[in-house]
Nanobody
Framework: QVQLEESGGGLVQAGGSLRLSCVAS????????MGWFRQAPGQERKFVAA????????HYTDSVKGRFTISRDNAKNAVYLEMNSLKPEDTAVYYC????????????GGQGTLVTVSS
């Protein structure tokens, strides 16, 4: 498995944008699918987006489709989440995680980065 560190969270007004980054240690980054999850206060951690090994196949939860974009740079061992048109309900701690190539299993993520969207 890889070690992951997220960054890029912060406070933004509704309608604004943020770009989250997740950098992985180790040489096997491109052996894993990558995903973003989020956990709002008092709620379970939920899936947000995923990207396959090559970066050619992406998946999103319905509530972020058309607003969020996941991408990866295997040369930099990094995965990104571009978030546009942010809403207060997007407020959460965002975590990246590595996963199996078929996206069926997800492994332990990083420490997370807090995104707060004010109305």
């Amino acid at each position: 498995q890889v070690q992951l560190e997220e960054s890029g969270g912060g406070l933004v007004q509704a309608g604004g944008s943020l770009r989250l980054s997740c950098v992985a240690s180790g040489r096997t980054f491109n052996n894993y699918a990558m995903g973003w999850f989020r956990q709002a206060p008092g709620q379970e951690r939920k899936f947000v987006a995923a990207i396959d090994l090559s970066g050619n196949d992406t998946h999103y939860t319905d509530s972020v489709k058309g607003r969020f974009t996941i991408s990866r740079d295997n040369a930099k061992n990094a995965v990104y989440l571009e978030m546009n048109s942010l809403k207060p309900e997007d407020t959460a701690v965002y975590y990246c995680a590595s996963g199996s190539p078929d996206l069926s299993r997800w492994f332990r993520g990083g420490q997370g980065t807090l995104v707060t969207v004010s109305s």
